[in-house]
């Protein structure tokens, strides 16, 4: 089962199971969806509405207001990879924030700020959070888990490092595409290992398995839950393999018309064309940089 956010015409938001070619069903909408995914997300659950792809906006599944939490440094080939080696691999993980707004979904162009060379890949997965976690062990917080996508966790590597913290350079308008939602209990334990490769223009630059994250969806998810409280629709960014491009000789960043795929077994491929500052401008319609706002919200 694949799951995506569809904006309607009259503005709503909906939460949508893909169909047949070309076709979604409506399941809630999603503030409705989130308030119970396990429900909506059964099987046996009914649709609706049945959609044309063609006819709606493709947005991802996400409340507006969901905290988009993200691992730096969970794969130990990355960490030796970048240039924090030197402190070996931290007891914790680095964590750090993207705003909804700067998640898009397959499909969609991201566009390379002017102050940037380029935009740096970083293939993984995100999972999303099903249930409300307050101080939650390690197996209550992954039992809580209702899903995950393919992510790609594009950075703009100037604007990262220009000080210790990242969000400016994780941020980037519509740099963190999300493919569609795919129920846990379809993917399984990414601590079983599933393939996450990324592909730059048909090139393999990164192939990795989950099975080498250093800090796993559970133990992370609990750690957080220890000091704030997790809610439904909650994203937790898992952190890429090795082979992002900065770090190689010599550098290697995405730029206009280069065409970027992540690919994780039993979630997808996510597709992104890559453009230029100027599509940054160049926009002026209401919604390109709001990916989830729903009826309710915008009332
Ligand atoms: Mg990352």
């Known amino acids: 089962m694949k799951i995506i956010g569809v904006r309607l015409d009259d503005g ?9 070619p070309g076709s979604a069903e409506l399941l809630a909408p999603l503030e409705r969806f989130w308030a119970d995914p396990q429900a909506h997300l059964a099987p046996e659950a009914t649709a609706t509405a049945v959609v044309l792809l063609d006819d709606v906006e493709q947005v991802p599944p996400v409340l507006p207001g969901a905290k988009v939490l993200c691992i730096g440094l969970n794969y130990l080939k990355h960490v030796e990879e ?4 030197a402190d070996g691999v931290p007891p914790f993980p680095t964590l750090f924030a993207r705003w909804t707004s700067s998640l898009s979904v397959d499909g969609a162009t991201v566009p390379v700020p002017a102050n940037e060379p ?9 999972a999303y959070v099903g249930r409300t976690l307050v101080d939650a062990g390690p197996d209550e917080a992954l039992d809580a888990v209702v899903g995950y996508s393919v ?17 400016l350079g994780k941020n980037g308008d ?3 595409p999300l493919g569609p939602l795919v129920p846990a209990s379809e993917v399984g334990d990414l601590r079983d290992g599933l393939r996450v490769t990324t592909r730059v223009n048909g090139e393999t630059v990164q192939d990795g398995r989950t099975d080498q994250m250093v800090y796993t969806v559970g133990e992370t998810l609990s750690l957080v839950s220890r000091t704030m409280t997790l809610r439904p629709g909650d994203l937790l960014a898992t952190g890429t393999p090795s082979g992002v491009g900065y770090s190689r000789t010599p550098p290697w960043l ?4 280069d ?7 039993r979630l997808g491929v996510l597709r992104t064309p890559v453009v230029g500052n100027e599509a940054r401008h160049a926009h002026g319609h209401a919604h390109d940089d709001v990916p989830a706002t729903s009826a309710e919200a915008t009332r």
């Open 118 to 126: 380029g935009v740096d890949w970083e293939g993984e997965i995100v």
């Open 174 to 176: 519509r740099s963190g």
């Open 12 to 20: 709503s938001v909906h939460v949508a199971r893909l169909a047949g």
């Open 259 to 265: 065409v970027v795929e992540v690919d994780v077994e």
């Open 82 to 85: 970048g240039s924090y080696s």
């Open 151 to 167: 992510f790609n966790d594009l950075t703009s590597r100037t604007a990262q490092k220009l000080t210790s913290q990242w969000i």
């Open 254 to 257: 995405l730029t206009p018309g």
